[in-house]
């Protein structure tokens, strides 16, 4: 929020959310798609802190009225307009709450060595230029593609969500993996097929992490194991 605050009233509400969330994509539609996105993932952060708030036994009168505001901020209907359409929401008022919700409640969202998030984005990167001179058979190509933009996705929520964004990644790509194992057959042997399964290793590696760090995450050791078993089948299917 106090990064896009300063943000002059004449920039485009997409403008503003693409720089912050690192959206590069000249396609409009899919750039509007991916800040909806997004914005749906703050919106959710907000009814958190309400109800965790709520757990704490504040008073909700010192809260609600602000979180109200940042959901007006986080508006999705509003994108084509310019930022002043929501930049009189974000007020010191609001700031001041967001302050004291960010030192009263526990922070998931710093679990995550950077370097290891930077590591994961310049193998996905990576991947992704191998991609665009792919020659495999399009059904394969669009697959891997899919899964690649789940990890691109999942890499820029984490600074919305934390760790779950990589939870609830692996759990969706771990089931397509299976169903499609016939199509990531026409990968095999491929350097694609095996850039992929290194990033998910990366990705599991890097969720061990987390729950090491944090034991109050034991929970994510059932996404763990599924992140074993999604690097064996990719793995499995590349040989």
Same mark, same amino acid.
């Given at each position: 929020?106090s /990064? ?18 690192d ?26 802190? +309400? &109800?965790?708030?709520?757990? &704490?036994? $504040? ?17 999705? =209907?509003?994108l ?21 919700c960010e ?13 290891? &998030?930077?590591?994961l984005?310049e193998?996905?990167d ?8 792919? +020659? ?6 669009n697959?891997?593609?899919? =899964? ?6 999942a !890499?820029?929520? $984490? ?14 790509? $771990?089931?397509?993996? !299976? ?21 998910? /290793?990366?990705? +599991? ?18 996404? !763990?194991? +599924? ?13």
């Amino acid at each position: 929020m106090s /990064q896009v605050k300063q943000l002059p009233d004449s920039t485009k509400i997409y403008d503003a959310w693409s720089e912050l969330f690192d959206i590069e994509d000249d396609d409009l539609n899919r750039k509007t798609f991916a800040i909806s996105n997004h914005l749906s993932e703050l919106h959710g952060e907000v009814e958190n802190i +309400k &109800l965790e708030m709520g757990k &704490l036994e $504040y008073s909700s009168s010192l809260y609600l009225p602000s979180m109200s505001k940042c959901n007006s901020v986080f508006a999705v =209907h509003v994108l084509m307009n310019n930022w002043n359409a929501v930049n009189k929401n974000i007020t010191d008022e609001v700031m001041t709450v967001l302050g004291f919700c960010e030192e009263i409640l526990p922070s998931e969202e710093d679990l995550i060595d950077q370097d290891d &998030l930077e590591n994961l984005k310049e193998m996905a990167d990576d991947l992704r230029a191998t991609l665009s001179e792919s +020659k495999l058979p399009e059904r394969a190509l669009n697959l891997i593609s899919k =899964h690649l933009e789940k990890i691109e996705s999942a !890499i820029a929520s $984490y600074q919305v969500i934390g760790a779950k964004a990589f939870e609830e990644t692996i759990k969706s790509a $771990y089931g397509e993996v !299976i169903a499609n194992a016939e199509i990531f057959q026409e990968a095999k042997n491929s350097p694609e097929l095996g850039k992929l399964a290194s990033i998910w /290793q990366k990705t +599991k590696s890097i969720l061990d992490g987390v729950v090491s760090t944090n034991k109050r995450l034991s929970g994510m050791q059932g996404v !763990i194991d +599924k992140g074993q078993k999604l690097v064996e089948l990719i793995q499995n299917l590349n040989v």
